[in-house]
């Protein structure tokens, strides 16, 4: 047995424990709907087989037997639908939790093409069986009790049926086993589905401008991957279809048998009646228990999917805090990096990416350019900065003072950061949120959103921006809005004035930054702006992971 699969069983039974009561309900209640369809199905045999049909005490049998049924069923259904409903939204809730608790490298090294079908299409999957779970559940019942009940009529009758189900069941594992290979296969495929989605949306424009690329986005990607999922999809459902259609022919084969066998053999009349009443009745919960196969087949990969995801984020990030509610973070001096080094996993056939060491000291109230080439470091070294990465070696420091893995959290929310490839909120989370709640944000935000010339087209309610359906610069413009309502001691900017026109990449570096710098702010910029190094305090440039020159400049005398 593998890790694997013990590893799967292990959290199947960790996110059923809190339901067990109710599976307990679904399950005894399922099996008295099942027992009492049987008795109902014995009740029936009887009255065809003897004089005077249904009257006194079989009659009211009969109705009891039916409103235990119909009672049983609908508790079985109901209490299934509970756990259902829970378990689906348990499974949410624990992998949201653990990608927000996962480490920065390990989501980076998780593409989203692969982890938004897990999120979606392998949750929904798990919810669509659970609701057939209950009508299944009794289903199986319902054959067991048959099956019991033709057992005590005959034994060498019950011998064929034994010899039938046991040649049908092994059909039936057959292809379930060659269906889920299948299944695995149109799952792959539907994350490369994905990924392909996510070019047509993103580049849409460029795939306007390039006919040849088009074409062969859709004829080469998207409908090769299409008709791969349908044919793999199609042979594996094919396959369970075949295996039903040989166990319904089975069964009619079977009744055949029956009747052949009490023509040559003294058999009672309510002993073959009930045989062949049983029989055709049987055929429907075990057509449904197979119809359920596919999709059971479907689920038990999405849920391998899920404990997959589940696995590659089980290491959460030590003492992150999701339920700890927010504040402010002092800065009295300043932060920092001693002998800090951190590497990358090495590309195939080639050398891994090394950082470091990494000695540096910044203090507040500096304004700080990083700059240098592409691949230099300068990320990597600002994750390292920010605490988004942790230092494989060396320490970072604030105030002097090594931050631990348990102070990461907290230390992380020193900073306000716009980043190369930032993502724009559109709820406000600044001083505004304080005790004069949403409503003082409008007031505190509008003198900003004036300044940066988009008060014309975005206004704040209720604590959020009215659109952030804007360009890419004016979009920039707005999570700048955010770092000053924020009002945190340290600024980080990622290119932020690449997608400016010239006349506000003027105003961000001439009288943005050092307004920020002069209320005291430590301000980080990543740029390539060299026309403007000279307003900064410092220039640090970074070439194949070092830092190459840390150079002090002095502004008045360099503009002069």
Not at 15 to 35: H, V
């Amino acid at each position: 047995m593998t890790s694997s699969g013990h590893g799967n069983r292990a959290e199947v039974a960790r996110l059923l424990q809190p339901f067990l009561p109710w599976i307990l309900l679904s399950l005894a209640t399922g099996i008295c709907a099942g027992a009492a369809t049987v008795f109902l199905l014995r009740t029936i045999n009887v009255v065809l087989n003897q004089p005077g049909g249904m009257a006194g005490g079989l009659l009211l049998t009969f109705i009891v037997l039916c409103l235990v049924a119909l009672f049983g069923r609908m508790a079985s259904d109901m209490s299934t639908n509970f756990v259902g409903q829970r378990l689906v939204a348990q499974v949410r809730k624990s992998l949201a939790q653990k990608i927000l608790s996962a480490p920065i490298d390990a989501l980076e090294r998780y593409r989203t093409h692969r982890l938004m079908p897990v999120l979606s299409q392998d949750v929904d999957m798990i919810s669509d069986v659970a609701f057939v779970l209950s009508s299944t559940l009794i289903a199986v019942a319902i054959a067991l009790g048959c099956l019991g009940y033709l057992a005590w009529l005959s034994l060498p009758l019950f011998g064929l049926l034994v010899i039938a189900l046991v040649v049908g069941g092994g059909v039936q594992i057959l292809a379930q086993t060659r269906a889920e290979v299948g299944f695995w296969k149109a799952r792959e495929h539907e994350d490369q589905l994905h990924k392909a989605y996510r070019q047509i949306s993103e580049g849409a424009k460029e795939l306007r401008m390039h006919r040849e690329r088009r074409t062969r986005m859709f004829g080469g990607q998207i409908e090769h991957i299409v008709d791969k999922i349908r044919s793999v999809n199609g042979r594996a459902i094919n396959t369970y279809v075949i295996a039903t259609a040989f166990g319904s022919a089975l069964f009619f084969l079977l009744i055949a048998l029956i009747l052949g066998w009490a023509a040559f053999s003294t058999t009672e009349p309510v002993v073959l009646s009930g045989f062949v009443l049983v029989m055709l009745f049987l055929k429907g919960p075990i057509d449904q228990i197979a119809g359920t196969l596919p999709s059971v087949g479907r689920a038990k990969v999405a849920f391998q999917r899920i404990a997959d995801l589940s696995a590659r984020f089980a290491s959460p990030e030590p003492h992150l805090h999701l339920g700890r509610a927010g504040g402010k973070e002092a800065l009295a001096e300043g932060i920092g990096m001693r002998g800090v080094r951190y590497a990358f996993d090495a590309p195939e056939g080639g050398e891994p990416f090394v950082l470091g060491p990494i000695d540096l000291s910044l203090r507040r109230g500096e304004m700080v350019f990083v700059v240098g080439d592409n691949g230099s470091g300068k990320t990597t070294l600002i994750k390292l900065l920010l605490g988004l990465y942790a230092p494989q070696q060396g320490d970072v420091l604030r105030d002097g003072a090594v931050v631990t893995p348990e102070a990461r959290d907290d230390y992380r929310q020193l900073f306000t950061t716009v980043f190369s490839d930032f993502y724009l909120f559109e709820d406000l989370a600044g001083d505004g949120q304080g005790e004069e709640g949403a409503h003082g944000l409008p007031q505190t935000a509008l003198p900003y959103l004036q300044r940066l010339e988009i008060a014309h087209k975005v206004s704040i309610k209720d604590g959020s921006f009215s659109t952030v359906d804007l360009s890419t610069g004016q979009r920039k413009r707005l999570a700048l809005v955010h770092a000053y309502l924020e009002g945190r001691p340290v600024l980080v900017f990622d290119e932020w004035a690449a997608d400016q026109d010239p006349a506000f990449r003027h105003l961000f570096y001439t009288e943005l930054l050092p307004e920020l710098r002069a209320k005291g702010h430590l301000l980080v910029v990543i740029s390539h702006d060299d026309r403007y190094f000279h307003v900064a305090d410092r220039v640090i440039t970074m070439k194949a992971g070092r830092i190459a020159e840390d150079r002090a400049r002095a502004p008045a005398s360099l503009a002069a």
